[in-house]
């Protein structure tokens, strides 16, 4: 019995969560599998009414449970940055959830913007730290409100938590068992300190995979050849602000935010799951979104919890409707409701 802590949010969250867990109940019956879900209203309105998002009650909480499954946070409401600390980054920070996972994976070459490239040139995974980095936010102002102002904000980086990420990274590389290629994506020409640190601990650490190749790319020559070689990655590690923004590059190449899906891991913790996509407000209560993105988020929390089979299902499943049924992957212009495109999904499961 699987306990899911169920996060449904703000915007078009709830309307893709609910597919999601329509996906879920159905693998459930199919794979012999049982979950329990709570929601938790962690929503920019529970906000404005009571000016709470996350507390360390809450924090408590949620480590009782298997695995958190998020819809999107963000309200166009509440001031930009509230919700996104206080829930999204609460809960990276306080469960210790140091990996983002993201697979960038082409599911048909009709929803891609690069010129010839097949869903064999776009298959590789991106593994960001989650806990550290410019996103700690650490820094001060000085002078603040006049001419002479200076804004600092500090990229701060521990042997310890780049160790586990890069670690971490290594051991993917191996179990996903594909071109066993690990790229350490940085910048360690001008951000000669935190990225000396990367650099220094990321070969230390490939001394004990002998199995692994790996090399290094910038991340401006990185973002480069996302467009233009795409087929080169195989794993990619990196650290919290880079692995951000390269991303969402990923998702527009393997066809957009509406199939991007996510992972925020704590390897001996609980795991976090979602679309990545955002709240999209301005689609909310039209049934119009796509919700794929978190079904595969569902697919993905599954198999984080030892229930690969019905993972893979779900993602074939994706993959078939995507390659077959779909005539886009833009809200509202897929062909299908969101809840028939979620009906579509358990149908091909």
């Given at each position: 019995m699987y306990k899911i802590a169920v996060i449904p949010g703000d915007g078009t969250g709830p309307e893709v969560v609910k597919e999601g867990l329509k996906v879920l109940d159905a693998a459930s019956k199919k794979f012999n599998f049982k979950f329990e879900t709570k929601l938790f209203d962690f929503s920019g309105q529970r906000y404005l009414k009571t000016g709470k998002?996350?507390?360390d009650q809450d924090v408590a909480e949620l480590k009782n449970y298997s695995a958190i499954y998020l819809g999107a946070v963000g309200d166009p409401q509440v001031k930009p940055g509230i919700i996104e600390t206080g829930v999204l980054l609460k809960l990276r920070f306080a469960l210790d959830q140091y990996i983002n996972l993201r697979p960038v994976k082409l599911y048909s070459s009709d929803y891609c913007p690069l010129?010839?490239?097949?869903?064999?040139?776009?298959?590789?995974?991106?593994?960001?730290?989650?806990?550290?980095?410019?996103?700690k936010g650490m820094g001060e102002f000085k002078d603040k409100g006049s001419k002479n102002e200076v804004a600092i904000q500090i990229s701060y980086n521990t042997y310890k938590g780049v160790e586990r990420c890069i670690r971490y990274a290594f051991d993917y590389t191996r179990k996903r068992n594909k071109r066993k290629k690990l790229t350490l994506c940085g910048k360690t020409n001008v951000l000669t300190y935190a990225w000396n640190l990367w650099e220094r601990v990321f070969y230390e650490v490939a001394k004990d995979y002998p199995d692994i190749t790996t090399d290094y790319a910038h991340v401006d020559a990185t973002t480069m050849?996302?467009?233009?070689?795409?087929?080169?990655?195989?794993?990619?590690?990196?650290?919290?602000?880079?692995g951000d923004i390269i991303t969402d590059l990923g998702a527009m190449i393997q066809g957009g935010m509406g199939i991007a899906a996510g992972g925020n891991i704590n390897p001996q913790g609980v795991s976090m799951f979602e679309p990545i996509g955002g709240s999209a407000p301005k689609y909310t209560g039209k049934n119009v979104i796509n919700p794929l993105a978190a079904i595969c988020a569902a697919g993905m929390m599954l198999e984080n919890l030892g229930e690969a089979q019905a993972g893979k299902a779900i993602e074939s499943a994706v993959i078939n409707i995507v390659s077959k049924k779909v005539k886009s992957?833009?809200?509202?212009?897929?062909?299908?409701?969101?809840?028939?495109m979620g009906d579509l999904v358990v149908a091909n499961l």
């Open positions: 998002l996350v507390d010129k010839d490239k097949k869903p064999e040139d776009i298959d590789f995974v991106v593994v960001r730290e989650n806990s550290e980095g410019i996103y050849w996302f467009v233009k070689n795409p087929e080169w990655f195989d794993v990619i590690v990196t650290d919290n602000i880079f992957l833009a809200a509202g212009k897929m062909g299908y409701s969101t809840t028939e």
